[in-house]
């Protein structure tokens, strides 16, 4: 079964910048469409972007135009570029697979990881 260890979460200043890392055990990380997850103090987990096999990307509302998540197939990893972060990007950050990245809000795939503490100050 596929595994994931997200990591490059911090304390960042508002306007600043965190790069966060999924790195992916199994060999059938290139067939899966995979997303980022990130769940606030006191609310609910929401999918934050999503990057299908062939390169198709969604993204939350609220970080369009300032979040980009990527995929490198040969490294089994998935990357979420955070850029111009507010103080409401301040979560715990994940990532999960799914059958298509329009089911990452109701069917992930894999046992979550430890998530990766992003903290963005005023």
């Known amino acids: 079964q596929v595994h994931v260890v997200e990591s490059g979460g911090g304390l960042v200043q508002a306007g600043g910048s965190l790069r966060l890392s999924c790195a992916a055990s199994?060999?059938?990380?290139?067939?899966?469409?995979m997303g980022w997850y990130r769940q606030a103090p006191g609310k609910e987990r929401e999918v934050v972007a999503g990057i299908s096999s062939g390169g198709t990307t969604i993204y939350l509302d609220s970080v369009k135009g300032r979040f980009t998540i990527s995929r490198d197939n040969a490294k089994n990893t998935v990357y979420l570029q955070m850029n111009s972060l507010k103080p409401e990007d301040t979560a715990v950050y994940y990532c999960?697979?799914?059958?298509?990245?329009?089911?990452?809000?109701?069917?992930?795939?894999?046992?979550w990881g430890q998530g990766t503490q992003v903290t963005v100050s005023s």
């Open positions: 999960n697979a799914a059958s298509s990245i329009y089911r990452l809000a109701l069917r992930p795939l894999l046992p």
């Open positions: 199994g060999s059938t990380f290139s067939i899966k469409d």
